[in-house]
């Protein structure tokens, strides 16, 4: 949702200019550049965040996710 009646009219502007752009992006645009540069210096190597994944980390996210569908698999 947007922050503001600013931001609003921002939005509902680009939205007229794009029609075909789906209007949640670019409420999120700004975020979603944030964390784009922050995975590109990760992966450069610049600098980890503390709120981008590793490799380690996203492999172990994979497996728990393959788990979670063969155990709610079984259930269904």
């Known amino acids: 949702m947007p922050a503001s009646e600013q931001e609003e009219s921002q939005i509902a502007y680009k939205c007229l200019h794009d029609p075909e752009m789906m209007p949640y992006f670019f409420v999120n645009s700004d ?3 944030t964390l784009k540069m922050k995975v590109i210096k990760a992966f450069r190597g610049d600098f980890v ?3 981008v994944a590793s490799i380690d980390v996203a492999i172990e996210a994979l497996r728990l996710a393959e788990y979670a569908t063969s155990v709610i698999s079984k259930q269904l």
């Open 31 to 33: 975020d979603y550049w």
């Open 49 to 51: 965040e503390n709120d």
